[in-house]
Each structure stands twice: as C-alpha cells, then as structure tokens.
C-alpha cells in the first residue's frame, strides 16, 4: 500500500477518523502537524491543485465563520500568506504520498488516489470540533 504523509491538527475527531480509515485500509501514516509546520509559499501551494480557492480554506475557522475573509477579492498570493500566517485557515487535511499531494479528504478522491477498505463507515471531510 501506500506511504502517506498526513498533516493533521492534533485532537481533531474528524483527522483521527481519518487516519483510522488510511490505517485500516493497509497505508502507512507519517502524521505531521499541520500547525506547527514551517510552511511557505512553495511548500503550501502544491496542495491545492487547481481547486477553487475557497477550498483552500477550512470553513470552520473562527476567522471563516466569522466572515472575515472576502474569498471574491482574495487572491492566491494573498491566500497562501493568510494561511502561513494563521495554519488554522488550512483546510484539512493535507496528504501527500509520492508526487501528488492534495487538500481534504473527499473519500471519493482518496479511494480513486490511494484504495480504501470498503465496507466501512462514510468518513467526512473537516473536523467535529470547533476550531
């Protein structure tokens, strides 16, 4: 199976069911956290593909939810410097197994990138708890 590299936020219930399903399906799991990595700009940006730029961002960050984030007059430059700034604007989380790296956790996806157990239960992208 594959070798994944999982930036995670410690404690969060949704990243721990994760890590479960990837585990369970035979990958092996280099757990980082995402908040305490040096990120800049060459290392972040690869994540997100070509993904829209809101989902780059998690929706449940207080500064998200709080509406401070105009998404329609950001720009990536911008994004990825809010990002380095405050981690917590990541959404999460974010794998990397070989050359491809990519930003949440769309099971779907995951399934098509890497195999994963069927049979189980649905998985959701993002995190139970409160940012």
Known sequence: MAKVVF????GCVGNARQKA???ASGHELEVRNLLAEPWTRETLRPFFGDKPLIEWFNQSSPKVKAGA??????GVEA?????????LLIRRPLMQSGDRREV???QATVHAWLGLQTGGPRVFDGCAMDD
């Not at 930036?7 to 410690?10: G, I, L, Q, S, V």
């Not at 994004?79 to 981690?87: G, H, K, Q, R, T």
């Open 7 to 10: 930036y995670e936020k410690p």
């Open 69 to 74: 984030i105009d998404f329609a007059a950001l």
């Open 104 to 106: 949440g956790f769309d």
């Open 79 to 87: 994004a990825l410097a809010l990002m380095i700034e405050d981690p």
């Open 21 to 23: 399903l990837l585990t």
